[in-house]
């Protein structure tokens, strides 16, 4: 898929359980962003959120990740992190979309290497 932009999709939630839909959605999403011609999907990633999230019957995060690691386990481009669910602090998505950005553009070796959306999109403009 030469000249599309890699892209990693990021699903942050609760997953209380992760449910059939939730796993679904991905590939509904790469599926969508491989029709455009503009994207490859490299891969996916499941971040459940930490225990101090607030929602009522949350069930502990260490159960949550179990559960999510088990339904992921045979996904070969989906992965469950547990970066967020391990924070004493509740955090807003953002900061759980760029702790994973520098994460993927620090494997790329340079963020040069890994365009952005806003990359693609002076390039179509400009």
């Not at 950005?101 to 999109?121: F, G």
Request: hydrophobic share 40%.
């Amino acid at each position: 898929m030469a000249g599309r932009i890699p892209l990693v999709l990021l699903a942050c939630g609760s997953f209380n359980p992760i449910t059939h839909q939730n796993m679904r959605l991905f590939e509904l999403a790469r599926d969508h962003m491989h029709q455009t011609g503009l994207y490859h999907v490299v891969g996916g990633i499941v971040s459940p959120v930490g225990d101090d999230y607030g929602k009522r019957g949350l069930v502990a995060s260490k159960h949550r990740l179990a559960m999510a690691r088990l339904a992921l386990q045979s996904s070969d481009w989906v992965s469950v992190d547990d970066w967020e669910s391990k924070l004493e602090d509740w955090t807003e998505t953002v900061v759980t979309m760029r702790y994973h950005y520098n994460r993927i553009a620090a494997q790329y070796h340079s963020s040069k290497d890994l365009p952005t959306v806003s990359d693609r999109a002076r390039r179509v403009e400009g």
